[in-house]
């Protein structure tokens, strides 16, 4: 069972995968697709599959890579028309037993971290046992999904847009949120 906040789950148990990888093909039904429109704004999920190996990684570890496909409808921004959109990307994502990650945290603690923004994910914590292909699924859905769709040949209004004049004005219109400081410590001082 799981705790999950994902509107579709399908738990693995990894703990007897010991050095063999194994084949997993999510074909999503129409109940769980259904669930996931819902939960993403979505007007309708037409199709969704993904085909994954799931195969140990590093000593405690597993690695969950393959792809992903499908069809959904969504709402036309401008003009809130239904359009189908095929979605489609890799999944590559690496799962780290959580009591190992306990110890390197332990291990790493007051230490600074750097973050590089093009560099790998790290690993995803797991409780050793089994790991949630739907929550998978369903970021890597979520990273792909177009925030803003819009119909094929679709154009914003031209007036609708800010012109640089509008734009300035509103800059100058802002209160300087240092200012704001500034005389709250000469009230302070005074």
Same mark, same amino acid.
């Given at each position: ?8 789950? #399908? ?14 093909? !999510?074909? !999503?039904?129409? /109940?769980?697709? +259904? =669930?996931?429109?819902? /939960?993403?704004?979505?007007? =309708?999920?037409? &199709? !969704?599959? /993904?085909? !994954? ?17 499908? @069809?959904?409808? $969504?709402?036309?921004?401008? &003009? ?8 489609? *990307?890799?999944? *590559?994502?690496?799962?780290? =037993? %959580?009591? &190992?990650? @306990?110890?390197? @945290? ?14 790998? *994910?790290?690993?995803? #914590? ?13 970021? $890597?859905? /979520? ?8 119909? %094929? ?9 800010? &012109? ?7 800059? %100058? ?6 200012? +704001?400081?500034? +005389? ?7």
């Amino acid at each position: 069972m799981s705790n999950s906040d994902y509107p579709y789950v #399908h738990m693995m148990d990894v703990s007897r995968l010991a050095n063999s990888a194994r084949t997993v093909t !999510l074909d !999503l039904n129409e /109940a769980d697709r +259904a =669930a996931i429109a819902k /939960a993403y704004g979505l007007i =309708a999920v037409e &199709t !969704l599959k /993904a085909d !994954l190996v799931v195969r140990p990684w590093r000593k405690t570890g597993v690695a969950v890579e393959g792809s992903f496909s499908g @069809k959904v409808i $969504q709402r036309c921004v401008v &003009t809130l028309e239904p359009i189908e959109v095929s979605v489609e *990307d890799d999944i *590559d994502r690496k799962f780290i =037993a %959580e009591d &190992t990650s @306990k110890r390197r @945290k332990n291990r790493d603690d007051g230490l600074e971290v750097d973050i590089d923004f093009d560099a790998i *994910d790290p690993p995803e #914590h797991f409780d050793g046992k089994a790991i949630d292909l739907g929550s998978v699924l369903c970021e $890597q859905l /979520a990273l792909v999904l177009d925030p803003y769709p819009r119909a %094929e040949g679709v154009e914003i209004d031209a007036s609708f847009a800010p &012109t640089e004049d509008e734009d300035e004005d509103e800059e %100058e219109q802002r209160p300087n949120p240092f200012a +704001a400081l500034a +005389a709250l410590k000469k009230d302070k001082n005074s």
